[in-house]
Each structure stands twice: as structure tokens, then as C-alpha cells.
């Protein structure tokens, strides 16, 4: 019993840092500019995004809140799961200025156009 919920720790371990680094590096943010934002070390984020270690619950917050993703994407407890490159996008227009917003949205409408036409 004690050695099947090691296992499963270490496997929200891994999902969890896999997660946090892929958003991270969807965000364009170097592995010491989040260490930064989330007030912990880069090793400790190293350490996180290998899944060698896990995080505290303030830890997490912090990630979540900064990566606009939730806590239960990042420790998979969500059934539905969402897509990752759809998730990523929607990180990404999370980052975005108004003025970029705007050119996002500008360019989003052009394209769903000329997909209807295909």
C-alpha cells in the first residue's frame, strides 16, 4: 500500500513538472524568470519540471496563477483534460497585451474566413 502511493506521488510528480514546463516554455519564460515569479529557485523549478520533486500547495498556486493554467490541469485530476497545443494558445493570449489581443483576434477572424471558403 505504502509503495503503490509513492508510485502514484512520483507519477503526479512527473505530470506535474512536465506540465509546468511546457507551459513555461509556451510562454517564452526562461526556467529562472518563473523560479523568480514564483519566489523558489531555479533548481528547485529544475527539480519540479523533472519530477524529481514535488511542490507545496502555495508553491502551486503561485504557478497556476502565473501560467493561467489550474490546479487541476496541472496535477491532472481533471477527467477532461484539456488538448495541449489549446491550452498552450490559450496561455499565450492570456500574455497578451490589448493592442496584441486585438491583432490576435483580427488575425483568428481572417483565417476562420478562409477556411470556409476551402
Known amino acids: 500500500m505504502v509503495l503503490a502511493q509513492l508510485e502514484n506521488r512520483k507519477e503526479i510528480n512527473v505530470v506535474l513538472g512536465d506540465r509546468v514546463k511546457k507551459a513555461r516554455l509556451g510562454q517564452r519564460l526562461t526556467r529562472e524568470q518563473l523560479a523568480e515569479r514564483a519566489n523558489v529557485s531555479a533548481r528547485f523549478l529544475a527539480d519540479v519540471e523533472s519530477g524529481v520533486t514535488g511542490v507545496s500547495l502555495s508553491t502551486l498556486r503561485e504557478l497556476c496563477l502565473i501560467l493561467g493554467l489550474s490546479a487541476d490541469y496541472l496535477l491532472d485530476l481533471s ?26 483576434a483580427e488575425i483568428l477572424k481572417q483565417y476562420a474566413e478562409a477556411v470556409k471558403t476551402v
Do not use: G
Open 79 to 104: 477527467h477532461d483534460s484539456p488538448d495541449d497545443e489549446l491550452e498552450q494558445i490559450t496561455v499565450r493570449l492570456k500574455n497578451l497585451n490589448a493592442r496584441q489581443l486585438k491583432y490576435a
